[in-house]
């Protein structure tokens, strides 16, 4: 299956399939790259998929250096970008050649952030191997580190050559980090499809059991949202903020749980029930829907409420305030109307204090 992200010069083609990754050497070939290329993935990836990545690619005719970073968030930042920029330099790799992302969001995000600073900018592949990676941050060019002071703060927009997605490196995939990815489809299927809502409630049994079949069409249709959503956005000047509906609740609960109770997915879970509680007092979404959206993430593992007593109003007032997207200290937030469609909506604190 391929997709297209459109975006004149910088348009790519994402392409999904299951087993996809002994193709991954050849996909570069049409980018008439140099020789020597870099690929950079963590242990714990490199472990399971490296074997087959590399051979893909040397048998497509490139020479490979691999990168390797410790395995985890807190590594995301720029002392690890300094090693990779290192390895680089230390291998010779030139404007023309080319690096390539084999694995989860934390991997995809320093690749692209390398690829977009090294001599000025050099082309990047992407090689998600996790389900968010897979039907969010592999797509859409949104690079970058974090830093003491915050989450994704340093970073740039700079699109990948292509998008390689085996849906078969999912079958290692601890299963929470699974259910985090589908929060994001979820949140594609509220905001964008309400056919793929119904398919996700339907088809839950071979969804969680990984068939090949339901995992192209799921991963497919969220990377076809983002890919539509980006083409008319790429630097969020407007509709591109419809994709953070859940975000903002659930950014600030990850602040405030300093990033160690949930997974992103999960955070954004419970994000998305109350941002539907908060469409419903506002009189956008009909009563019953909110019901339907957090049944659909209990049945894929996810949590819907923030348990009591674990941070208050003003607490995560403030910490939505931080928000990137907040502008003279008024929130803009994705609000669903129904099952399929959103609206961004700008309030004051207060307001969205009904939460
Ligand atoms: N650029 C964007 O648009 C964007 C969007 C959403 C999230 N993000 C970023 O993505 C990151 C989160 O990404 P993530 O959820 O993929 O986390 P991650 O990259 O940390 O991966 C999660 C864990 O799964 C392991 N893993 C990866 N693939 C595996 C596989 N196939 N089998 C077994 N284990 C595997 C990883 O080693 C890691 O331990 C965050 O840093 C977030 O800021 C970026």
Redesign the pocket.
């Known amino acids: 299956m391929e997709i297209k992200v459109n975006l004149e010069d910088r348009s790519y083609p994402i392409r999904i399939g299951d087993g996809m990754l002994s193709g991954l050497g050849r996909a570069l070939l049409p980018l008439g790259l140099e020789r020597k290329i870099a690929l950079v993935s ?1 242990p ?2 490199f472990s ?2 490296g074997g087959p990545a590399l051979s893909s690619l040397e048998e497509a005719g490139f020479s490979v250096t691999v990168i390797r970073v410790p ?3 807190e590594y ?1 930042n720029l002392t690890w970008m300094e090693f990779i920029y290192g390895e680089m330099l230390k291998a010779r790799l030139e404007r023309g050649s080319c690096l390539v992302a084999l ?7 320093m690749t ?1 952030f390398a690829a977009s600073t090294y001599m000025r900018g050099m082309r990047y592949a992407q090689a ?3 389900l ?2 897979q039907v ?2 592999s797509v ?1 060019g ?3 580190v974090n830093h003491a002071l915050g ?2 703060m340093i970073g740039t927009f700079w699109q990948p050559s292509t998008v390689w997605i085996d849906t078969a ?2 079958k ?3 299963p929470a ?1 699974f259910a ?2 589908m929060a994001e489809v979820i949140k594609y299927g509220v905001i964008k499809d309400r056919a793929l809502f119904e398919y996700l409630e339907t088809r839950a049994q071979r969804i969680k059991g990984l068939d090949p079949d339901c995992l192209r069409h799921i991963i497919g249709r969220s990377c076809e949202i983002k890919a539509e959503v980006v083409g008319k956005d790429e630097r969020e000047a407007g509709l591109r903020a419809i994709l953070n509906y859940g975000h903002t609740v659930g950014h600030a609960l990850e602040t405030l749980t300093k990033y160690k109770k949930y ?3 999960q955070a954004v879970a419970i994000g998305m029930c109350a941002e539907a509680e908060l469409a419903e007092k506002r009189g956008l979404l009909k009563p019953g829907v909110r019901e339907r959206i957090k049944n659909l993430l209990r049945l894929y593992g996810l949590p819907t409420e923030i348990p009591a007593g674990l941070v208050d109003g003003e607490q995560m007032l403030k910490a939505m305030l931080l928000d990137k997207k907040v502008r003279d200290g008024r929130i803009r937030m994705a609000l669903p109307e129904e099952i399929g469609s959103a609206r961004i909506e700008t309030m004051s604190a207060e307001q969205s204090l009904f939460i």
């Not at 694995?103 to 995000?109: E, F, K, N, Q, R």
């Open positions: 963590n714990t990836v399971l998929y395995d985890g968030e995301k694995g989860g969001g934390v991997i995809g995000d692209g998600p191997t996790t968010l990676a969010d941050s859409g949104k690079t970058g989450k994704n490196t999912l290692t995939l601890p980090e985090a990815g997974l992103h997915g």
